[in-house]
Nanobody
Framework: QVQLVESGGGLVQAGGSLGLSCVASGNIFRINAMGWYRQAPGKQRELVARITSDSSTNYADSVKGRFTISRDNAKNTVYLQMNSLKPEDTAVYYC???????????????WGQGTQVTVSS
């Protein structure tokens, strides 16, 4: 079994900051790309930011310059630092990772359960 567990969501005023964390645990041989997605009510889930195993990053245009994704491979953790938050950033944020399982050496895509981020105006 592999699990992704997010933490750090909450309520913040516009212009404020929040940090999200996601820890991967379980039957892990290697964690490849990791990322954050979000889904606002009535909208499709969208990519926010993604980071490869060698720390190359890409961001949605809407968050460039405001959000920063990083990872700590020793801790199997990916982070998302969100600054200058806007009401339109309100969504459930999901952690995502491509993980190679130790037992099978098969790479699968995993999702966390999501954490709510609400930005008030």
């Amino acid at each position: 079994q592999v699990q992704l567990v997010e933490s750090g969501g909450g309520l913040v005023q516009a212009g404020g900051s929040l940090g999200l964390s996601c820890v991967a645990s379980g039957n892990i041989f290697r964690i490849n790309a990791m990322g954050w997605y979000r889904q606002a009510p009535g909208k499709q889930r969208e990519l926010v930011a993604r980071i490869t195993s060698d720390s190359s990053t890409n961001y949605a245009d809407s968050v460039k310059g405001r959000f920063t994704i990083s990872r700590d491979n020793a801790k199997n953790t990916v982070y998302l630092q969100m600054n200058s938050l806007k009401p339109e950033d309100t969504a459930v944020y999901y952690c995502n990772a491509d993980i190679t399982r130790l037992s099978t050496r098969i790479t699968l895509n995993y999702w966390g359960q999501g954490t709510q981020v609400t930005v008030s105006s």
